[in-house]
């Protein structure tokens, strides 16, 4: 009890430390569409938000005790500690099954940090609290407990698909390999562990089924609604091409590779039965479509598979895995107490070496700048509550801090279909018109800074198709509209003035 209670303090003492910025944008996504799917009347007639929430309602029911009491901003706190206290007490219990001590295991989760949690694509397990945190922790709570409760497991897994149907469905069929490899489990326990998924995923599967819809036509010169997800918009997480740029990153991949392939001698250093063996075999098996998703991203049309996010669970627990199970070899195997002394010793110092250099996790212009919030203020007492303001599409806070909706937002687009083509059509107009030649994080800067040199003519265009009147930007001398208000070098312009 006291392991768990250690790690469950360090993860939450980390967690209190990035609260420091503000609200990260995959919070805001999360909570404002729950806060706007229990009240329509929030933020109401926003595009984005009156579209259905498909996969996420088993989350948002998961958010909706939190929102019904907390405002937004209270309850991306409270959900982010709730959080990081899974994560960590799902860690212990897996240290604690592995024969890691305390200390080995905090040491763990720090190294798991400082390496950025992934090894190419971005992806993490300590973070904002949304539904792939909860899908994590139950799969890295079957992979605990899978040797010997099997049942248990299945059940784990299927809840993990019902909150997040990518994270717990690749799960499940990694760890059905790894459990099939090792042998674990008897036919009747097989059985009853894939009912128990069953069950458990039910609702996930169900609500997947129902978000399904139709793709939309090209949009030509080969645009398509999976590319659009793929290559351009999520292309930090889908495109090895483009996330692989970095020699550190493709490092990483490369010794991730060595350790699968490691993985094939493990029945030599672990008996049957160890957890180490289905851990092992579960990592091989999340590396195949990881391998495929990097050698497929170079191929034309392979988005098709790629936006099936092959990357994700070998990217996401990869390096806590692979530095649990060499730790946890390593002290299986030193015979003598000399260097059992000389192991501690190297755990500690590469912990304190560790704990200097944690970086301070990115932040991304989620928080409003100084002024914005007087300019806020100002928006909701002086303009219709379902009328569109312009803003910059790069301004993840401005539908939240306004209580207004937005035309469209780059880092939150719908998830597949005719509404991810549309979503494009509007990025491209808040362009200018013009397809940005950059993708991801450095198209939406592209598409920010075109936006803020448009003319008033385009902005005049822009209200009128989606029936805006309101401009909401910093300051700008050449533009010949009303000023309404301003605060900070932060302005709004009426652009029905002049």
Not at 75 to 95: D, K, P, Q, T, Y
Not at 227 to 233: A, G, K, Q, S
Not at 427 to 445: E, H, L, T, V, Y
């Amino acid at each position: 009890m006291l392991f768990i209670l250690a790690i469950a303090l360090f993860g939450l003492l980390v967690a209190t430390s990035l609260r420091i910025h503000g609200l990260l944008g995959n919070e805001l996504e999360s909570f404002i569409y729950t806060k706007h799917w229990l009240d329509p009347t929030f933020i109401r007639n926003d595009w984005r938000l009156d579209q259905s929430p498909g996969p996420r309602v088993p989350f948002m029911a998961v958010l909706t005790p939190l929102l019904m009491f907390l405002r937004v901003e209270q309850a991306v706190i409270v959900g982010m500690l709730l959080g990081f206290a899974l994560v960590s007490i799902a860690a212990a219990l897996f240290f604690l099954r592995i024969r890691l001590s305390l200390i080995e295991g905090v040491v763990v989760v720090a190294a798991h940090l400082a390496l950025g949690q992934s090894l190419a694509a971005d992806e993490w397990l300590f973070g904002p609290f949304e539904s792939k945190v909860v899908a994590y922790v139950c799969v890295l709570t079957a992979l605990s407990t899978g040797s010997t409760m099997l049942v248990g497991a299945g059940a784990l897994l299927g809840f993990a698909t019902t909150m997040h149907p990518l994270v717990g469905g690749w799960s499940t069929l990694f760890f059905a390999a790894a459990a099939w490899g090792t042998q674990v489990g008897t036919a009747s326990q097989r059985w009853r562990a894939i009912a128990a998924w069953l069950l458990f995923a039910s609702p996930g599967i169900v609500a997947t089924l129902i978000s399904f819809e139709g793709t939309a036509t090209a949009l030509g010169d080969g645009i398509t609604p999976e590319w659009i997800y793929v290559r351009f918009r999520d292309a930090h997480h889908l495109d090895a091409v483009y996330f692989l740029s970095s020699m550190v990153k493709r490092s990483r991949v490369g010794l991730a590779i060595l350790g699968a392939l490691f993985c094939f001698a493990l029945p030599r250093f672990v008996n049957r039965g160890d957890p180490l063996l289905l851990i092992g075999r579960f990592f091989q098996a999340a590396m195949v479509p990881f391998v495929a998703g990097v050698v497929l991203s170079f191929v034309p049309g392979a988005e098709l598979f790629l936006q099936l996010y092959p990357f994700r669970v070998a990217d996401g627990l990869g390096i806590l895995l692979l530095l649990s199970m060499a730790l946890a070899l390593t002290k299986a195997h030193l015979q003598s107490r000399k260097s059992r002394i000389v192991f501690r010793l190297i755990v500690v110092a590469v912990g304190l070496a560790v704990a200097v250099t944690l970086p301070d996790p990115p932040r991304h212009g989620e928080t409003p700048p100084p002024g914005f919030n007087e300019i806020a203020r100002w928006v909701k007492a002086h303009t219709p509550p379902d009328e569109p303001v312009l803003v910059s599409p790069r301004m993840t806070f401005a539908g939240y801090w306004l209580e207004r909706p937005v035309v469209v937002l780059f880092k939150f687009p719908p998830h597949r279909g005719r509404a991810v083509s549309e979503w494009y059509e509007r990025i491209i107009d808040f362009c200018g018109g013009a397809r940005p030649n950059q993708r991801s994080s450095d198209a939406s800067r592209e598409v920010h800074e075109r936006f803020m040199s448009m003319s008033a003519q385009a902005y005049q265009l822009l209200g009128t198709k989606y029936g805006a009147r309101y401009l909401v930007r910093p300051e700008r001398p050449d533009l010949p509209f009303a000023v309404a208000h301003t605060s900070a070098g932060w302005a709004v312009y009426h652009l029905d003035g002049s």
